[in-house]
């Protein structure tokens, strides 16, 4: 098996080359997680490590999207980051009850394409917002919303609240969505979709596990429609927890002591923007 992945790696990285971009600054592990994502096929994962590298330097040209850039998506504190799960995942937690999507409508087209469509008042301002498509493995395009900046701030700081000094590559993360107490104005399929495409797209094997919580009877059209465009691969890892069966396994496999007492933990729950990260080593 080493041997195997030794040679899809020694393969992409001459198929970085070939697209004209370089991987030496990242380790087996960064590009493993693009070839696994991939199927093991080196052509496709360097296709999707350049592809990811340009938008990485068009979007995040800073290297990361501060909180100053995101006030209004913190200020509710919908979002929280508790400590490492059994397995050393970071576990954030979403309530979406305190989530109030855009006025924005999602459109859906007949030919199975999503457009997002907002004002664009100053045509410099999120211009990579507007003008970057990602075409899915199942034939979606997508035109990231404004909302993506948010996303892009939440992902990156969970998975390196799991660096233990420096970036090893393959870091993931456990998400909890808790759906307690949403009413129809907390639907966001839009902000859904832009979350699990951010993570296939251009974070290629960070999630380990999402579990939804408390999923109302109105709510369970919502998801199927979402469903409808996540990879075979991202539904696997996602669990809806409906029983107390399924709600004791949920806290066992993550720990008592990250948990928030709510979920049957003993932890307190913690908004992301109140985590601060130790600096990383060079």
Request: glycine share 4%; charged share 25%; net charge neutral.
């Amino acid at each position: 098996m080493e041997t195997t992945h030794q040679l899809a790696l020694t393969q992409m990285r001459e198929s970085v080359e070939k697209l004209g971009s370089s991987c030496k600054k990242y380790g087996d592990q960064t590009l493993l997680r693009f070839l696994i994502a991939r199927s093991m096929d080196p052509v496709k994962a360097a296709k999707m490590f350049v592809q990811w590298q340009k938008w990485r330097a068009d979007f995040v040209p800073n290297g990361s999207i501060p909180a100053s850039e995101v006030p209004d998506e913190l200020e509710p504190k919908k979002v929280y980051l508790q400590s490492l799960s059994k397995d050393t995942y970071p576990v954030a937690i979403v309530k979406a009850s305190k989530h109030f999507p855009s006025k924005d409508q999602l459109q859906f087209k007949s030919d199975c394409s999503i457009r997002f469509q907002r004002n664009v008042t100053n045509e410099n301002s999120y211009a990579c917002c507007v003008h970057y498509h990602y075409k899915t493995s199942a034939g979606f395009n997508i035109v990231f919303p404004l909302g993506a900046e948010f996303v892009v701030h939440l992902l990156d700081k969970i998975i390196a609240s799991s660096f233990k000094g420096s970036e090893i590559g393959n870091e993931k993360l456990i998400a909890i969505l808790d759906l307690q107490h949403i009413a129809y104005k907390n639907i966001d399929a839009r902000g859904l979709i832009t979350g699990f495409q951010f993570l296939q797209a251009y974070y290629p094997e960070r999630l380990a596990k999402c579990y939804i919580l408390h999923m109302p009877w109105f709510f369970v059209s919502v998801w199927r429609m979402v469903s409808r465009f996540l990879e075979k691969a991202t539904l696997e890892k996602i669990v809806i927890v409906t029983n107390d069966e399924e709600r004791l396994d949920f806290v066992k496999q993550i720990g008592e002591e990250v948990l928030p007492e709510e979920y049957g933990g003993r932890a307190k729950l913690v908004p992301i923007q109140d985590v601060v990260l130790p600096p990383l080593e060079s």
